[in-house]
T-cell receptor, first 110, second 109 residues
Framework: DVKVTQSSRYLVKRTGEKVFLECVQDMDHENMFWYRQDPGLGLRLIYFSYDVKMKEKGDIPEGYSVSREKKERFSLILESASTNQTSMYLC?????????FGPGTRLLVL | QKEVEQNSGPLSVPEGAIASLNCTYSDRGSQSFFWYRQYSGKSPELIMSIYSNGDKEDGRFTAQLNKASQYVSLLIRDSQPSDSATYLCAVTGDYKLSFGAGTTVTVRA
């Protein structure tokens, strides 16, 4: 089974802080994704990557950036955290089929 | 127009009945189609994949795909209380994996 891990389950940050969310997968998958999930809004795609050093904007990239220096690791960066970025962040990886998700990071920005 | 749309629900079905979930997508170039189940407080888990027109059955689950109508559905037969969850439809195209907002299903004992 694919194992996707995320660096933190819960995170509390202050407005204006730079925030790093890490995601690591152990199945050599090419594709990795970052989503945020909010009540009533479903899963919204922030960024995705189909290869090392490649990244593509998803549907809501504003205020976020990503880094993929190694195949197994995909990092989401909140350049200057704001309260409207309080959310559940989910990472997924895929070898071409459906994605497998990590446990999620619940981020609270105060 | 959203890329992936699902009937909003919530859907309440009695135990033993069939639950029917529907999904439409906007991109005709979409290549692969998935159904995920998400329990409250948990991450989504993949339960069905379908890649070509027709039906695909896996246990009590049947996925149906009609590319001409840009329509995907999921049937849950003999619904059990453990099927109570939110079901998410997902579609891929050009490496992008997009999700619908989900349909919450409650199975009444």
């Amino acid at each position: 089974d694919v194992k996707v891990t995320q660096s933190s389950r819960y995170l509390v940050k202050r407005t204006g802080e730079k925030v790093f969310l890490e995601c690591v997968q152990d199945m050599d998958h090419e594709n990795m994704f970052w989503y945020r999930q909010d009540p009533g809004l479903g899963l919204r795609l922030i960024y995705f990557s189909y290869d090392v050093k490649m990244k593509e904007k998803g549907d809501i990239p504003e205020g976020y950036s990503v880094s993929r220096e190694k195949k197994e690791r995909f990092s989401l960066i909140l350049e200057s955290a704001s309260t409207n970025q309080t959310s559940m962040y989910l990472c997924a990886s895929s070898g071409g089929g459906g994605g497998d998700f990590g446990p999620g990071t619940r981020l609270l920005v105060l | 127009q959203k890329e992936v749309e699902q009937n909003s629900g919530p859907l309440s079905v009695p135990e033993g009945a069939i639950a029917s979930l529907n999904c439409t997508y906007s991109d005709r170039g979409s290549q692969s189609f998935f159904w995920y189940r998400q329990y409250s407080g948990k991450s989504p888990e993949l339960i069905m994949s379908i890649y070509s027109n027709g039906d695909k059955e896996d246990g009590r689950f049947t996925a149906q795909l009609n590319k001409a109508s840009q329509y995907v559905s999921l049937l849950i037969r003999d619904s059990q209380p453990s099927d109570s969850a939110t079901y998410l439809c997902a579609v891929t195209g050009d490496y992008k994996l997009s999700f619908g907002a989900g349909t919450t299903v409650t199975v009444r004992a």
